[in-house]
Antibody, heavy 121, light 107 residues
Framework: EVQLEESGGGLVQPGRSLRLSCTAS????????MSWVRQAPGKGLEWVGF??????????EHAASVKGRFTISRDDPKGIAYLQMNSLKTEDTAVYFC????????????WGQGTLVTVSS | DIQMTQSPSSLSASVGDRVTITCRAS??????LAWYQQKPDKAPKSLIY???SLQSGVPSRFSGSGSGRDFTLTISSLQPEDFATYYC?????????FGGGTKVEIK
C-alpha cells in the first residue's frame, strides 16, 4: 500500500525557515517524481514544485511564488522528499501535501495527509 | 501559465442525480488533464488522468471526457460519499495549474 507521511509543519515567524519531510513507503521511491502542493485555509490547491526521479534527471521545478525561497530535494535510499522553505511569508501559511508523481505525465496519483505551516509573528 | 477555469463553482444535487462539472484551459492541453476529489479536512484523491482514464479503485460512475481546451467530469448517479470538492489540473506544461474547484453539496 502506498503511504506518504508529511512532517515538520508548525508555527514559524516571518522571515524564518522550515523544512518539511515526506516519508514514503509501499513503492519504489526512486522510480517516481515527487511533488509538493499547498492549500491555504479555505482556498484551492496550488502547486509548489516537483523533483523528477534520478532516471529522469533528478531536476526540480518550482512555482514562481516560491522560486528562490523554497527548494525540493530527495533522499532515495531513505525514501524521503524534502521541502526546504526559507524567507517565509505570511502568505505561505497553508497545508502542505506531498504527492507521488508519475514522471512521464506529472499525474499526482497518491497524496499524503498534509502538514500545516503557519507563518505568523 | 495555463489558466484552468471550472464551472460551476458550486452545485446542489440529490442522491441519484447525474452531475456534470466542466473545466476549460486557457490554451490547448491535448488530454493532459486530471481530476481530483477532496473531502473536508482530507487530502485530495486522484480520480481520473489523461482526461478519461480512471484511477484504479475509482467507481465506474465517475467518467471524464474532452480534449484540447474543454473537459468534463461526470458522476452518473451521485452517491452520499461523492459530496466533496472536485478540482481539475493540467499537466501539459509547468507550472502545473489547478482549477478553482467545484463544491458538490447536498440538495
Amino acid at each position: 500500500e502506498v503511504q506518504l507521511e508529511e512532517s515538520g509543519g508548525g508555527l514559524v515567524q516571518p522571515g524564518r525557515s522550515l523544512r518539511l519531510s515526506c516519508t514514503a513507503s509501499g513503492f519504489t521511491f526512486g522510480d517516481y517524481a515527487m511533488s509538493w502542493v499547498r492549500q491555504a485555509p479555505g482556498k484551492g490547491l496550488e502547486w509548489v514544485g516537483f523533483i523528477r526521479s534520478k532516471s529522469s534527471g533528478g531536476t526540480t521545478e518550482h512555482a514562481a511564488s516560491v522560486k528562490g525561497r523554497f527548494t525540493i530535494s530527495r533522499d532515495d535510499p531513505k525514501g524521503i522528499a524534502y521541502l526546504q522553505m526559507n524567507s517565509l511569508k505570511t502568505e505561505d501559511t497553508a497545508v502542505y501535501f506531498c504527492t507521488r508523481t508519475v514522471d512521464t505525465a506529472m499525474v499526482l496519483d497518491y497524496w499524503g495527509q498534509g502538514t500545516l505551516v503557519t507563518v505568523s509573528s | 501559465d495555463i489558466q484552468m477555469t471550472q464551472s460551476p463553482s458550486s452545485l446542489s444535487a440529490s442522491v441519484g442525480d447525474r452531475v456534470t462539472i466542466t473545466c476549460r484551459a486557457s490554451q490547448g492541453i491535448i488530454s493532459w488533464l486530471a481530476w481530483y476529489q477532496q473531502k473536508p479536512d482530507k487530502a485530495p484523491k486522484s480520480l481520473i488522468y489523461a482526461a478519461s482514464s480512471l484511477q484504479s479503485g475509482v467507481p465506474s460512475r465517475f467518467s471524464g471526457s474532452g480534449s484540447g481546451r474543454d473537459f468534463t467530469l461526470t458522476i452518473s448517479s451521485l452517491q452520499p460519499e461523492d459530496f466533496a470538492t472536485y478540482y481539475c489540473q493540467q499537466y501539459y506544461s509547468d507550472p502545473l495549474t489547478f482549477g478553482g474547484g467545484t463544491k458538490v453539496e447536498i440538495k
